[in-house]
């Protein structure tokens, strides 16, 4: 079992920046590969981007692709979500989540596919 915090989270002007962390404790972090989502309000919670369990692949929906950057320290047990030139429409409650993989270039972007998950951290980008 991997426990996960968020945080990070703020009120930013459009254009400017955040960097979200996610901390794990619990099992190996190494194990897992992650992803991080978002839920705007009224919506459903959608897949942002994740990074593989190396840490070599990365994937991102294409409305952040360019924007947004996931890494990994796992010395550090910690996935970081950076977030540049954030739209009003970035806001949302941002998640990060885990998944066991033995594929470690897998890139997982299914919600159900993700077991474990943090609590959520707010980010509001105001016009």
């Known amino acids: 079992q991997v426990q996960l915090v968020e945080s990070g989270g703020g009120l930013v002007q459009a254009g400017g920046s955040l960097r979200l962390s996610c901390a794990a404790s619990?099992?190996?972090?190494?194990?897992?590969?992650m992803g991080w989502f978002r839920q705007a309000p009224g919506k459903e919670r959608e897949f942002v981007g994740g990074i593989s369990l190396s840490g070599v692949r990365e994937y991102y929906v294409d409305s952040v692709k360019g924007r947004f950057t996931i890494s990994r320290d796992d010395a550090k047990n910690r996935v970081f979500l950076q977030m540049n030139s954030l739209k009003p429409e970035d806001t949302a409650v941002y998640y990060c989540?885990?998944?066991?993989?033995?594929?470690?270039?897998?890139?997982?972007?299914?919600?159900?596919?993700?077991?474990?998950w943090g609590q959520g951290t707010q980010v509001t980008v105001s016009s």
């Open positions: 619990g099992r190996t972090f190494s194990m897992y590969a």
């Open positions: 989540a885990a998944t066991e993989t033995s594929d470690i270039f897998e890139v997982v972007t299914t919600q159900r596919r993700y077991g474990h």
